[in-house]
């Protein structure tokens, strides 16, 4: 402590913490990141991998991608992750996936267990993308995931914000085998996500929907002023979003215009907790006109059943680059390129960049973070 105080006193700790030189005129809506697509999946163990090549050999080809740990990520620049999340309020809902048991009756050897003892049996939100097929994550559970993020960012305090996605999952699984019926996203189960957040990050910590409407009457209104944060003041914090357009009305319940809410809607364009939106299939022409409104845009460059790693086709990569959107997510970022070579990245292995439908001409992508190597 004495030692810190020195330092403090001296001004030698400003030195821990790097310096950029993006003014305080660049907003986060002026800029744009690589995402990744499920970055939390790991794809099959062996024996798993085998009964599904047995059983379902089309879902297997189309759902056995894999990501490296968030934090390899973040290292490799990516600055949005996606997180699908399961409730689990009780605790040991999916405790006891039927795949696992569908491997004992076919005789294979048991797979490595799917996350730490007795994960699966607290309370809380899981991290998954099929219920009882396919559950495997690179960090579990979601306070987990979280907490890995804000370690990542406290080892990097100089960092542009970082966007994470959060996919709200509910649907019962249609399949021959027996599965747990999710529970539903109510707004009390978004009260108690808000929660779990709420216990990794602190306010300090998140750019939230209160922040950025500041004294205007909705959230439309704020952006469409130029409301989101600099660059500046986002330093070293995160920015959650929210997946699913038919989740709006639900989390905004009993909080108009995201009021106390911490996660940005997918919202509806025009509508009062407008602020982010998503448009994954959009061309770069509906997207530049949605990013000029002042929204924050997230769009897809590529989809697993469209092949664009498989075929190495980077013509809507190109496209989509060029455009305004702020989040361009894929299944191939640069550190993680496809067999045949197809990846996602920005010229000068920046991690992330001058938007070029909104900043300004004086806009540096190295004065906004270094060069990732």
Request: proline share 8%; aromatic share 6%.
């Amino acid at each position: 402590m004495f030692t810190r105080q020195i330092l403090l006193a001296s001004g030698l700790l400003a030195l821990a913490v790097p310096a950029f030189a993006a003014d305080d005129s660049l907003r986060i809506n002026q800029i744009q990141v690589i995402g990744t697509h499920n970055s939390y999946h790991v794809g099959f163990a062996p024996s798993a991998t085998r009964l599904m090549q047995a059983e379902a050999p089309q879902v297997l080809a189309a759902i056995d991608y894999r990501h490296p740990p968030l934090t390899r990520q973040l290292d490799d620049g990516v600055r949005q992750i996606e997180l699908d999340v399961f409730a689990d309020t009780k605790g040991g809902l999916y405790a006891n996936p039927s795949i696992s048991h569908m491997i004992d009756i076919a005789g294979l050897p048991d797979d490595p267990p799917i996350a730490p003892p007795g994960t699966f049996d607290k309370p809380g939100f899981k991290v998954m993308h099929i219920q009882d097929i396919d559950q495997r994550s690179n960090c579990q559970p979601f306070i987990a995931c979280l907490a890995e993020v804000r370690a990542w960012s406290k080892a990097h305090p100089g960092h542009a914000p970082l966007f994470i996605l959060v996919e709200t999952k509910q649907e019962e699984l249609h399949a021959k085998i027996p599965s747990v019926k999710p529970e539903p996203f109510t707004p009390a189960v978004f009260d108690a996500l808000d929660k779990e957040i709420a216990s990794v990050f602190s306010p300090d910590e998140i750019v939230t929907p209160d922040q950025v409407r500041g004294t205007h009457a909705s959230l439309d209104e704020a952006v469409r002023a130029g409301g989101w944060p600099t660059v500046a003041k986002a330093r070293g914090k995160v920015v959650f979003l929210l997946d699913q357009r038919k989740m709006e009305s639900v989390y905004l319940d009993g909080h108009p215009s995201l009021k106390g809410r911490l996660i940005f809607t997918n919202a509806t364009p025009g509508a009062p907790d407008a602020a982010f939106t998503e448009c994954n299939e959009c061309g770069a022409e509906e997207i530049d006109g949605l990013v000029r409104r002042g929204y924050l845009v997230r769009t897809r460059s590529d989809d697993p059943a469209q092949g664009q790693g498989l075929h190495n086709d980077g013509t809507r990569r190109d496209a989509i680059i060029g455009s305004g959107a702020q989040m361009i997510s894929t299944d191939y970022p640069a550190g993680e390129p496809s067999e045949h070579g197809y990846a996602v990245g920005f010229p000068g292995g920046v991690a992330v960049r001058c938007n070029p439908v909104l900043a300004s001409k004086h806009c540096k992508d190295s004065a906004i973070e270094s060069t990732v190597h």
